[in-house]
């Protein structure tokens, strides 16, 4: 059970990144669309940058929760099994 509580504990924490990353990534786009309207070329070269290196470890964090989940799953069953 420890294992399982384990598993799911760094799930959520993972989660809570990949929520953050998300209200950031649209921060960015945002303040993207406004630097777009005021025609701020270099900044917005700044900005759109840093919305591809987010979106980059979006994935990764994405990657990871499906990851996380599949072992969290699989620890249930092996759980559910034994009893």
Known sequence: M????????????TMD?????QSEIERCKKVEQELIIL????KL???????LEMK???KQVQ??????TNE???TYQEKKVLM
């Open 2 to 13: 420890a294992k399982f509580e384990q598993l799911v504990t760094s799930q959520m924490r």
């Open 17 to 21: 990144k990949l929520l953050f990353l």
């Open 39 to 42: 025609q701020e070329k270099g």
């Open 45 to 51: 070269r700044s900005i759109s940058i840093e919305i």
């Open 56 to 58: 980059k470890e979006l």
């Open 63 to 68: 990657e990871k929760f499906q990851e996380q």
């Open 72 to 74: 969290v799953i699989r």
